[in-house]
């Protein structure tokens, strides 16, 4: 435990004499070090939980947790099995599904499109695009109405808003002795969606369930079963009941299957991340420690008296270990006020940056998310928090011991 007499001798330490500025200047470049290791680290790793978190969300709010899809794109008498999945203990939802990539046309323009066929009471009780309708409403989406929605960048692409009729251009046409012809179907836009993954926004193009029934021939077949769990991480032993009766007309395909490289590199990506960027924790550190050796070696005559005085070796270690953790503790406050301004003014400061330089940081095409996200994690925090001041602590150790080991004699002998 240290005493009063201690703090009071850590305390003057903290601010040497005027004959002892640059080492005043060390620690200062010291703790300014520790604050900004410690504020990138906390943005850092909360932009990498956010934008996981973000893409998990709005990935599986589209897709679901598994999907049963039947064999040639086709699932017959679907109703009997997504009755038997929904029994199931941990499973949530059964949604029928249609998607079929199409190509859609307007005012000259031609795109690829991601055609998805839903009942309308799945689309408006689907979070993910109920709530992020920019333009339009989902009311108009009637069946055999030809009315659908489009994403926003699949609307930017071509042209076109509310109220306006596009063309779905599907190669499984009538059969002519000149060969296939595509069939052409013309339907009018309500509404316009902005799920906030770029290549869903680029490509989606939704309707009833019926409509896209019709326009693909499949009757009242579907294309899959949507299923969501309570757990996605355990959707595998969720669905083992009905794998076998699954594997008589189709596959199931879990969120792991299809995106696991995508969420593995994230993990793969914010490991490297956070041992990178604690290599500027510990250059911080080595500078406490050569700034507590300079210190320790401008006041050798002090702790020469103070240890004529009666005071003990662990006296001495405790005054040069309190300096420098205080000066790691200080910089651990000061990065946590800068981390957590930079998350809080991340996307001005990223529109700033690219308006300054004319380059764009976020670029959704290439990051699948529209806007940056963040999520921070108090645990996460707390152990960025801990591993700073543990290495600012040890930093502390070989200065303390090598003042604690001044001989008095040898330095007073000519005094």
């Known amino acids: 435990?240290?005493?009063?007499?201690?703090r009071m001798i850590a305390g003057r330490y903290l601010l040497p004499g005027r004959n002892e500025g640059f080492i005043v200047l060390v620690a200062?470049?010291?703790?300014?070090?520790?604050?900004?290791?410690?504020?990138?680290?906390?943005?850092?790793?909360?932009?990498?939980?956010?934008?996981?978190?973000?893409?998990?969300?709005?990935?599986?709010?589209?897709?679901?947790?598994?999907?049963?899809?039947?064999?040639?794109?086709?699932?017959?008498?679907?109703?009997?099995?997504?009755?038997?999945?929904?029994?199931?203990?941990?499973?949530?939802?059964?949604?029928?599904?249609?998607?079929?990539?199409l190509f859609v046309s307007f005012g000259g323009r031609v795109e690829g499109a991601l055609v998805r066929g839903m009942t309308v009471g799945d689309i408006v009780h689907t979070p993910v695009i109920a709530s992020n309708v920019k333009r339009g409403t989902l009311a108009g989406l009637v069946p055999g109405s030809n009315t659908v929605a489009i994403g926003a960048r699949l609307a930017e692409a071509l042209g076109a808003q509310v109220g306006d009729t596009i063309s779905l251009i599907s190669p499984d046409g009538a059969v002519t002795p000149f060969g296939s012809v595509p069939r052409i179907v013309a339907y009018?836009?309500?509404?316009?969606?902005?799920?906030?993954?770029?290549?869903?926004?680029?490509?989606?193009?939704?309707?009833?369930?019926?409509?896209?029934?019709?326009?693909?021939?499949?009757?009242?077949?579907?294309?899959?079963?949507?299923?969501?769990?309570?757990?996605?991480?355990?959707?595998?032993?969720?669905?083992?009941?009905?794998?076998?009766?699954?594997?008589?007309?189709?596959?199931?395909?879990?969120?792991?299957?299809?995106?696991?490289?995508?969420?593995?590199?994230?993990?793969?990506?914010?490991?490297?991340?956070?041992?990178?960027?604690?290599?500027i924790i510990l250059v911080a550190v080595f500078n406490i420690l050569s700034s507590l050796i300079m210190l320790v070696r401008a006041k050798t005559r002090d702790i020469a008296i103070l240890r004529t005085m009666g005071a003990s070796r662990g006296a001495l270690m405790r005054v040069f270990m309190t300096v420098g953790t205080l000066i790691g503790a200080f910089g651990v406050l000061a990065g946590m006020a800068l981390g957590f301004s930079l998350l809080a003014w991340r996307e001005a400061i990223v529109e700033g940056v690219s308006k300054l330089t004319g380059q764009t940081l976020w670029d959704p095409s290439v990051r699948y998310l529209t806007d940056l996200p963040?999520?921070?994690?108090?645990?996460?925090?707390?152990?960025?928090?801990?591993?700073?001041?543990?290495?600012?602590?040890?930093?502390?150790?070989?200065?303390?011991?090598?003042?604690?080991?001044?001989?008095?004699v040898t330095v007073l002998r000519y005094e």
């Open 188 to 279: 009018r836009v309500v509404a316009i969606i902005e799920v906030g993954i770029y290549d869903y926004d680029k490509a989606f193009v939704v309707m009833p369930m019926a409509n896209a029934q019709t326009l693909l021939r499949l009757g009242d077949a579907v294309g899959m079963i949507e299923v969501v769990t309570t757990n996605p991480d355990t959707v595998d032993a969720t669905l083992a009941p009905v794998k076998a009766r699954v594997a008589r007309v189709g596959q199931i395909a879990t969120w792991r299957d299809t995106n696991a490289s995508l969420f593995e590199a994230l993990v793969v990506e914010k490991t490297v991340m956070f041992w990178v960027l604690s290599i």
């Open 374 to 408: 963040s999520q921070t994690d108090p645990a996460q925090v707390a152990g960025i928090v801990a591993l700073t001041l543990l290495l600012s602590f040890l930093a502390t150790l070989f200065p303390a011991w090598k003042a604690a080991s001044t001989d008095p």
């Open 1 to 6: 435990m240290i005493t009063r007499y201690e």
């Open 28 to 101: 200062s470049i010291s703790l300014i070090a520790v604050a900004l290791g410690v504020a990138a680290l906390i943005a850092v790793m909360s932009v990498m939980n956010g934008f996981r978190a973000e893409l998990f969300d709005r990935i599986l709010g589209l897709n679901g947790h598994a999907v049963i899809q039947g064999y040639g794109g086709r699932l017959e008498n679907w109703n009997a099995l997504a009755a038997d999945v929904r029994r199931l203990p941990g499973v949530t939802q059964a949604t029928p599904l249609i998607e079929q990539p």
